[in-house]
């Protein structure tokens, strides 16, 4: 047997030979010897609604002796409720068979309510009707069944000429069904195929689409090489310049200067450092108000403990004196530690912050020379340490 051609995807494309499909729903007179894959919904829909045809023609058929059973069912229910007792009978036994045929009736008239024929005579409108019937009939027997065992003892021929009939509906709905039992894999093989067409015209597509997607990002991959390479050229050509060489020797001299002038200010702060205690014992003395400082020395005083580099040198000889004066409440150890440093910090205090201020000015110069450059324009980010120094609180002269 010829196997079914497939294309790049490996999805039935071209013509290929029908045996497969005739040895699965029969093999047909006029059927060509190839069909193609675009044709093949076609043809599964008009094999499909052959066979709908062909089942609705009986299911028609069916129908109308499937009423004259019901009508049929519906006058033996009648003669069954107007049936008199023929013989004699205990009025109690009596009594039981009439209650029992009432319920009979009951189940019949709802059997008679419930299976409704559908005009619709495809497949899915039989299969539906079917089940619905069945399972009314089915319901409807099992309790008739209960009651017949007494209700034959009065009137035996009555009810069991009634469960005949009911009986007899069963085999009608029974031969409805059996043309659509006997072709199920039938039925079944046109809808597998049916989707798994559609599945394979839904893959198509997203192939089709992943396909364009991807020829796509070839081709931004593509534009995005060419456009590095040139930035990469560029690059090479910007670090052989003159331009590019000055800039990165003015830089390392801008890193060198922050680095000069962190330093600086560490040394500073530093100076200042051992006397924090005494200087937050004299801010609490101020702050309590048993102590009272002149405006410039108490902002001082802030300055010391807040912001180093800005506070002015005159400020210690102030401190001094109030040291030496003992209202910080000291021992003389401390006192005179605390004497050492702040002659320390007075002696060195003036020259570091001029050091300190000299280093900024050169950062700020270099700065401005950086960015005259050409190629600060074309660095790609900051500096490696940006620097930013602390405005000077100008005091004093300082």
Not at 56 to 84: C, P
Not at 182 to 190: E, I, Q
Not at 389 to 396: F, G, I, M, W
Request: aromatic share 6%.
């Amino acid at each position: 047997m010829k196997p079914p051609m497939k294309n790049k995807h490996g999805f039935i494309k071209e013509g290929f030979d029908l045996k497969w499909i005739d040895r699965l729903f029969g093999k047909r007179q006029t059927s060509p010897s190839g069909i193609t894959f675009d044709d093949l919904p076609e043809w599964l829909e008009s094999r499909s609604k052959k066979i709908s045809e062909e089942m609705g023609r009986d299911a028609s058929s069916l129908y109308s002796e499937i009423r004259e059973a019901l009508s049929a069912i519906k006058e033996n229910m009648t003669v069954l409720e107007e049936a008199t007792p023929e013989g004699r009978f205990h009025l109690k036994m009596v009594k039981v068979a009439a209650s029992n045929r009432d319920n009979m009736s009951k189940q019949v008239r709802m059997l008679l309510e419930n299976i409704n024929i559908p005009q619709a005579t495809d497949i899915g409108a039989i299969m539906t009707f079917h089940e619905n019937a069945r399972q009314t009939l089915t319901v409807c027997l099992e309790n008739m069944m209960k009651s017949y065992q007494y209700t034959k003892l009065v009137y035996f021929e009555e009810s069991k000429e009634l469960i005949a009939k009911v009986n007899a509906l069963g085999r009608l709905l029974n031969q409805l069904i059996e043309p659509i039992d006997n072709k199920r894999n039938v039925l079944d093989a046109l809808n597998i195929a049916k989707t798994t067409i559609q599945n394979i015209k839904n893959l198509t597509l997203d192939i089709g689409f992943n396909e364009k997607t991807i020829k796509e990002s070839e081709e931004k991959i593509a534009i995005l090489k060419k456009e590095l390479k040139e930035k990469e050229k560029a690059l090479d050509l910007l670090r052989e310049s003159e331009p590019w060489k000055e800039y990165i020797k003015s830089r390392e001299e801008l890193i060198s200067l922050e680095t000069d002038a962190r330093k600086k200010e560490d040394d500073l702060k530093g100076l200042i450092l051992p006397l924090n205690k005494a200087l937050s014992r004299l801010k609490q003395l101020s702050d309590s108000g048993r102590y009272t400082l002149a405006p410039e020395i108490k902002e001082g005083l802030n300055l010391c403990l807040s912001d180093q580099i800005n506070v002015n040198p005159e400020f210690f000889i102030e401190f001094q004196k109030i040291v030496e004066s003992g209202v910080l409440n000291l021992t003389t150890e401390k006192t005179n530690k605390i004497l050492e440093q702040t002659k320390l910090v007075v002696a060195s205090l003036d020259s570091l912050k001029l050091e300190y201020q000299a280093l900024t000015e050169d950062i700020e110069k270099q700065k401005e020379k950086i960015s005259g450059l050409k190629s600060a324009d074309e660095e790609a980010g900051p500096p490696v340490f940006p620097f930013h120094p602390r405005p000077d609180r100008k005091s004093n002269g300082n």
